[in-house]
């Protein structure tokens, strides 16, 4: 019985190897890899610093930038990246500033954001793309100009956070102390936010601007529980991604499933597979 299941998984594995010979398949991981460093780097400032919300706000709001990008005829990254920096700037300043109602004036926003790219793409001419796409992902359709596009974006988010890494961390843990010390808290707060939206960007083309969010966050969360520092936190959380974007690629592959919704659900089957286990730990007295 073992020998026939090692010799089932041993043909599915030689059979998702012998997808690598298209080219879309090779985009995908490549766009699976970029996705996993910029999710498990940024996505652990996300889940620290406690600005889910604010980030899946930033998400659903970019739909506004894809309506822009197409009405326009503006490229589908210029369009989209520009709209999200442009709302995640103001979001920011209103979590800063209006503290108590921040939340409201987020689903405002989030709101508008989403209500104005239907609107406009509803009003471009001869507009004929699959909405589905943007709102779940097409990973197995991300051409070379995007991969490069996301490379960029991706490698200018990691030196920026290994740039100010030590000023993040104090940061994120205890602002007051990051104020005594005179680190331009306000700033890296703004850059941060600004790397989130960016991050949204890169990240739609692979799991969809609907469950981004979950891709930033459910590694990171997973991560953090066994995790004694933030810099092993966000190497977790990568090496976590792109498990997680492997896994969801293959069974999308093999059962022939949406690629993001795939991506999403295995990330979550092992939230909650580890949420298990730490309440069994509990139960049995293990710490």
Known sequence: MGSLIGFYAFTRIINMLEALQFEFMR????????????????????????IVFLSGGIAHAAYGGIGIAFFFGL????????FSLLIAMVMAAITLKVKNRSDTIIGVLWAIGMALGVILLDLTPGYNVDLMSYLFGSILAVPRSDLLLMFVMSSLILLTVWYFYNDFLVMSYDIEFAQIRGIPVRFLYFLLIGMVAISVVITIRVVGLILVIALLTIPPCIAEKYSKSLFKMML????????????GLWLSYYFNLTAGATIIMTAGTAFFISTIIDRLRFAWGKP
Not at 236 to 247: N, P
């Open 27 to 50: 985009n995908a991981l490549w766009a699976g890899l970029i996705v996993s460093l910029t999710c498990g780097v940024i996505g652990t400032f996300v889940v620290v610093n406690r």
């Open 236 to 247: 977790l959380s990568i090496g976590l991604s792109f498990l997680f974007t492997i896994v």
């Open 75 to 82: 490229p589908y990254m210029l369009g989209t990246l520009g």
